[in-house]
């Protein structure tokens, strides 16, 4: 993705007509994460899976009073967040948040959830640590429901996106019991698919001549050619209906104690 959009970001974007280069995509998607997840008046944002750190200085420049701790389980990229942001820089996995209970408002995870495995762990741990009525916001690719019969063959053809989508392949219905399972209640729940990964293969399609020589400047040409299938692949997938990729918003509830306190009336005195 670097390479290709000479920015920071690791995410696929969201495409719509204004956009014109991957850049601006990855842009508008930090955009739409960062009003899903009400970030004008949050306090305290854990953006788990943080890449580069670019979406967190993305959110920071617009927003002066943000605290933002950026958690990645690499710590090359931690470390090449450095210069770019003024987060908290926290070299940890998602499954084992190292905040403390109850201790933010949102906690983001910004295409990467994908990634974490077991997803329950990681939905548990960001309800353990969101304060009552705080929100978990993911973007994240997903599959879609299917039966069976075509369950098998889609698997068979998901080999071919090792390079676009290597990580779990976690079905919505997976993502949405994990999220209530957790005692989070889903808010919202958008599909941006075709906003994210037919346009993305059309952009590099459309541009293959030049993104190539970029490419093989680092890395042999066997892998600019499975990218490119893997590439698309991705759009006849998402075409066909297998994939998708969502935006969620998932609230923690109040406690039942503070909810019934405030729905108490007040003793008017006489
Ligand atoms: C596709 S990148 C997205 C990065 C960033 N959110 C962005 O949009 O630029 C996925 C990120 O998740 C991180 N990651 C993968 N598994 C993780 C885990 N178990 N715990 C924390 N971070 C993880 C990767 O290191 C990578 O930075």
């Known amino acids: 993705m670097t390479i290709a959009t000479g920015g920071k970001m690791l995410n696929f974007g969201y495409w719509d007509d204004s956009v014109q280069t991957p850049l601006d995509a990855q842009r508008l998607l930090c955009t739409i994460v960062g009003e899903l997840a009400e970030l004008k008046s949050a306090r305290c944002v854990i953006d788990v899976g943080s890449g580069l750190g670019a979406p967190a200085a993305y959110w920071m420049s617009s927003l002066n009073s943000l605290q933002v701790a950026c958690v990645n389980i690499n710590f090359l990229q931690l470390k090449g967040s450095k210069e770019d942001v003024s987060a908290s820089l926290v070299n940890s996995t998602s499954t084992a948040l190292p905040f403390a209970t109850g201790c933010v408002d949102r906690v983001i995870a910004l295409e990467s959830a ?27 690719p997903v599959l879609k429901s299917f039966n ?4 098998l063959s889609h698997y068979l053809s998901l080999g071919i996106l090792s390079m676009t989508w290597s990580s779990e392949h976690y ?15 889903i808010e919202s729940l958008r599909y941006i698919g075709p906003r994210v990964y037919e346009p993305l293969a059309d ?6 001549t030049e993104l ?6 680092v890395y042999p040409v066997y892998l600019e050619k499975v990218l490119f299938r893997s590439i698309l692949k991705m759009k006849l997938l998402s075409q066909r209906g297998f994939i998708e990729y969502v935006l969620i918003k998932a609230r923690k509830p109040e406690s039942i104690t503070k909810k019934e306190v405030r729905s108490v009336p007040t003793l008017q005195t006489p």
């Open 212 to 217: 190539k020589p970029k490419i093989l400047e």
């Open 148 to 151: 069976k019969k075509k369950k």
């Open 171 to 185: 079905a919505l219905e997976y993502v949405e019991s994990a999220i209530k399972g957790a005692g989070l209640s």
């Open 114 to 140: 994908q990634h974490f495995r077991p997803l329950e762990r990681f939905v548990q741990e960001s309800a353990r640590v969101l304060e009552e009525d705080g929100l978990l916001v993911m973007a994240i």
């Open 203 to 208: 952009y590099y399609l459309a541009n293959r």
